[in-house]
């Protein structure tokens, strides 16, 4: 039966046999894995290239000195499972309790080979389809009206042998290492090839090209034992807890921050490498001068000949000569693999290293092509974390959700709550929800309010970016307005040279709370779905345009927003008024006053006590309510005899006024009184 | 302010004017020095003296003649003249010779002596000029100790001129001073009637009279017509002074309403003149007879507090609502008019008394506003949720969970394998309603301690949420009971512990129970069997069938799996024998019903049902006849969606009531509403629905009818009438026929929200402006968010601390605590600040 099957899935087009799937996912890195994992569970048909022989080769070499800088909480004090992948940043998804980081290492910044492990352990338990040792050298088109976007995707791999595939998602990372040719390039070692040895580098004086975690991972291994390392490249160091980017520069690498700052002659410098030239002497000593220089030169003079700064301005900071230059320059993507027709094009500035999508994650030049993981982290570079695994683990799952959709016919994934649930579903998913929480700004919440707002559906983790395009990317439909859960930092809060620790930074009124700083929900009320053009309009780093109404919970130092006051009630109040109804609890004594004595029930009554649910309260409850002034108790009326209800001092309660309004036509009243 | 200051002036002096009109003389000595010859040949016929006559050494009359001595200038007002007249040593005439005659004060109009006065009874200026005041006006003001008195000038002056009445606790008081010196203006316009008799106030309708302060009541006699009704009456709500006797006397003289045809805003009447608002009634042509009287009937409310006036929009051009019908004038200058649509007179005089109240807050203490503003909009964070706060309240008190197992996601699976039955109550610890039900829970633990077979356990979604995912808990609280890990039912009754204890209960036995023996079907029917159910008050329903009847039989299985934990439903098949089908007189397919607490089997025969069906038959036939209603079994018969007949009783109701009520109930089988009860006893919140329908707490018991699902009218059965089969059923012939007017209409108002949110987005506007928000949309279509408190006011102040922020930031350290650690810094700073308090 297997082989028969395995006969179906090929094809014969024009003489070339093809193998065909309808997903074909390349690379087994861990969005590559994700991915699959997805497909798998859903029961799809695809399979997943890996070019190596096992997943994650990336994580095989890098980092080269081994340490992961994803953080391994294993302990948060809490035993929720999504709240705790808020601080598990290695763990992929899934079903299975086993695949959790923490059961594989003990270490808070593991290491690397335990990386690899688990991506191993995870394709294998979980019996993701890959075919490992297939690099897919060559990607192209094929134009069919019958394909589910107009054309299959061919892929080629380094035997020749045939794929065809329906959809293409593309996980292969960034790989190839950034590269500067500049006079002497030669002369310079890679990060991907440098010793990891300290002792190779004992007494040498060194020069690191690149300022980013790996350029400073490697000046951090060899910091002891070098005379004195320079750090070179055009931008400043943006430090992570500055920016809250966890792509800049993290505290853990930053051990030469610390010998610069503190006079031990390690030293950072600004520049741009394009500039640069590198000369080497006759010692072998590696000399820096200006391309400038080496232009204007007499080619036919010898090495000695060549203009040095330092000839000029004899205080050049590099002027003294170094042993060894190690490029630390990162990564970019592999766009050679993808012939023409599917225009894969580089992102523009600094996402060049990046292939450019649309916030759907779908390939801005071929339709039916995604991008997963790391590569896709042009949606939001230096912003958010989907170019992380603790990002891209939920970025693929809603990319996996609109395929589903597209394809499938299956919407997104939803619930259907009535409304008296609006305030408690809310709160629930921003105390516990770890895809709002590792990709703030990215991924939201989404509530569609259903006719009369008598009920709601919760939407999990939709991408914010094509907002616009909610009903036909989810199968949903928003036609009474919707709310946007998702979560912020303050907007003028962190930045590489903002002062993150100021004082009072913190914001702890609930009144105030739209000054927070630190990450806090945010929740936007539209009364309809902003149209693609108010996307585009929206005010520069904002995640969406401008709301009906908005609402921000204020801060909080645990990140716990459950208190009553500070946090729920403006929520509720907030959410009562974009709806125009009272979202208050009741007990059932109330209720039961409210349905003898008004003509329409507030929705806690109608949902709960009308349909027999009502809550009784216990007796030292209801007592509470009385003492707090929400509930009168009527036992002890007995001695008041019939004075008027209001003369009854202080406990005067908004909830039973006005049940009844005499029936009082202003002329009846007048007819009645006069006879 | 300063405008109404003016006014004030303005009316004082005007009634000096009229007081008085006497210059001032700016002699410093009013008090004249004369001899007795030069005294008595002085009197003037018709103007009035007082004199006192001393010799020269009298040291213990000294104090008395100071105190006449000062209110010589207060009598010259009124024309009265003060005299000391020097005796000489050798006179021995009347006035000076008697040793006791110079311990008095004589009065003299021209040269007749009106009255002497002891010294004891002019002991101040105030007692001097009530006292000689009093004696001048001897007809003007008539003194009145019995009611009789009162009664007989109240009837001698109807329909020809107005009564002013006055209580003063004792005569010769500043009050009794006021009272007189407004007698000496208005006496003459009105009778001023004066009383020391705290009795006579109690009568004139004065539930609870202080006796210790004076009153003043505007009896409106000129307009009385019947002469059987005593006079209406207008009570002075301040105290009494000349000022403010003057100005109710002038707001009681004024047109009780003031017909107006020109601008409003030109309009001014005495009212605005005394700093009291003006109402327009707003009205037109087609129903100008109706509005003047509701105008009238409006301003007899307001006599005394705002003046009213009907203003025809045929006359006036009115740029302002077709809807409007009232307008209000407030006394400010440069506050414009207010156009309102009220709907009924009580509006308009809430209307007019609120803001009596506001003004007098603002006018009594005139602190910071900013305080008051900041107390307005802190009423956002007050909590206004019943059960939030109830359970915040109660969060510090530990709860009794010992006897309630607490479930982790490795112990939820094992732990349902431990008993017969696992009730499990999926929770989240953060949220209010499961908290509480989470308390009733500890309670129905308590209950059950030591019934076999069930356990009772809990799951914290907040600390497990895998778990409730996977039971499919969507919302908190849930229950359900798991049967030994199979089969599962969640509880959808009331979150009351009763309501809980007995589903545990009765899911302990399967539903429908099949009974093997006819013994057992007797017993079942007696309540005896099941054993465990026995103590429990319950209706058994009982299916009889036969071997014929398989359809019939499917289908009451499946309507006892839904109403499993609700109901007792036993099953018995009969073969052949049919020996409970003859007993009952039933054939089968049958339902027997034996209700607790009633010796009675009803039998029901069942056709071709569906399990549906079935179930709404068997909810149905469970519904009492003539229930009392309480909470928890409301909504059952609001499901009926009936109007209800209602007998509110303090207690339980009496057995003519009960009997007439339950042959009212019983006689026609499909009845068009809901015959109930309710013990106040039992429900007190049926108190609040009398209130509510009444605004005062009628007598009981009382029959009341209720339209909860159409239109909402109240009908109160007539009291004088007894509870009656028929007299009910009459009465409700012409409920029918639209002959009874309501009591009250149950409000049809939606439930809004309670208060407005925080404004952010206004907030971040005013304090980015350059923000591109305003953009795409417009303004304005915001949802309702804020009152006009300004939340702009208070992010001006975050931008650039204002006093205001900095005292918050100083004055209350503890506010800075919430949330977040940075504050728990400040915090130490102001440490010293707290151990000082």
Redesign the interface.
Known sequence: LGLALYASSLCVVSGTTFLYHDYCVIGAGPSGLQAAYFLQRAGRDYVVFERSHAPGSFFALYPRHRKLISINKRYTGKSNGEFNLRHDWNSLLSHDRRLLFRRYSRDFFPDADTMVRYLEDFASLLKLQVQYNTAIVHVTLERDRQAWNGHYFLLTDQDRQNYKCSSLLVATGTWVPNVVNFPGSEYVEGYETVSTNPEDFAGQTVLILGRGNSAFETAENILGVTNFIHMVSRSRVRLSWATHYVGDLRAINNGLLDTYQLKSLDGLLEGDLEDLAIIKDKKGKLHITLRFYLENRNTSAGIDSITLPQDELDNFATRAPYDRIIRCLGWKFDFSIYNRSLRMMPGKGNKKKYPQIKPSYESRGTRGLFVLGTASHSVDFRKSAGGFIHGFRYTTRAVHRLLENRHHGVPWPSTVYPITQLTNSIIKRVNEASGLYQMFSVLADIILLRDAATAFEYLEEYPVGILAELETQTGRKATNGLFVVIMEYGRNFSGADKDVFYYNRAVGEAQHAWQSNFLHPVIYYYKRLPTEREMKLRPPDWPLPRPDAIHHIVEDFLTDWTAPNAHILPLRRFLENCLSTDLRNFFAESCFLFAFTRQKLPPFCWQGYVRMQGLVGSEGLRRHAVEAGLLEDYTLTDFLGDRLPDSHEGSQDQLLRDHAIPVRPLQHLVNAKDE | MSAQKDRWVFSFSFLLFCASSIPMRGSARLLQELSPQEYFSGLQAGRASLAYFSHNVSPGAQPFLEQIENSAEALQDYGISVVKVNCPKEDVSRYCGKENALRKAYLFRGNMLIREFPTDALFDVNSVVANVLFALLFNEVKYVETLADLQNIENALKGRSNMVFAYVPATGTAEHRAVMEAAFVYGTVHQFVLTTEATLLKDTGNNEPDVSSARLLFCHCQRATDLAQPCRRTAMGQALTMLNIHRHLKLMGAPLVTEVAEDPEKVSTVHLQLGLPLVFILSQKETYE?DR??A??VAWQLLGKAGVALLSRDLVDLNVLLRS?VALKTPDEGVPIKYLVL????EVITLVEDKNKVKQIQEDEEEDEEDEDEKE?NN??I????????????KK?ELPLEQILAL??ETFHSALLEAARTAVLFY?S????SL??L??YT?VADHLKGARGVLLSRVNC?????ICTKENV???PTIKIYEKGERSVMY??????E?LTSFIMLSQVSCPLKLATIEEAEGYLRGEFPSELSSYHHTSVLGVFSTATSEAREAFEEAGNILSGHVTMGMYFEGDALALSRKYAVSPPALLLARSRSRDVESIALSKQTAQDMVQMIRYELLGIFPEIT??N???Y??LRKP?LILFSDGDIGQMESKEMLKLAKGRPQQAFVACWLN?KK???????L???F???PSLPLLVW?N?HAG???FKFPSEQSITEMNILSWLEKLKAGLE?????????????????????Q??ETAVPE???????RRG?????HPPESPGG?TAT?EEPSQETKAEKVGSPG?????????LA?REKQGKRHSEL
């Not at chain 2, 709907?343 to 009580?346: A, I, Q, S």
């Open positions: 109706a009287r509701t009238e009937f019908n709907e009924d007179t009580d909009t956002q964070d909590q206004d949720d019943q059960v939030v706060e109830a359970v915040s309240r109660d008190r982790t996601e989240a953060w949220e209010a309603v509480a039900v308390r009733s309670e907040w600390d497990w949420p895998g969507t919302q908190f959808n009754g009331m979150w009351g512990t309501e909470v928890p409301l909504p059952r609001l499901q209800f106040l429900t007190p919140v049926g108190r609040g629905v209130k509510a329908y605004a005062t707490m209720v909860l909402g009218q109240v007017i309501p009591s009250s209409t149950l409000s049809e108002e939606d439930w809004k929200p309670p208060l407005p949110a925080y404004d952010f987005l907030m971040m923000l591109p928000l305003h953009t795409s949309h279509d915001t949802p309702a968010q208070d975050r506010r800075d605590l919430r949330g977040t650690a940075p504050r400040a």
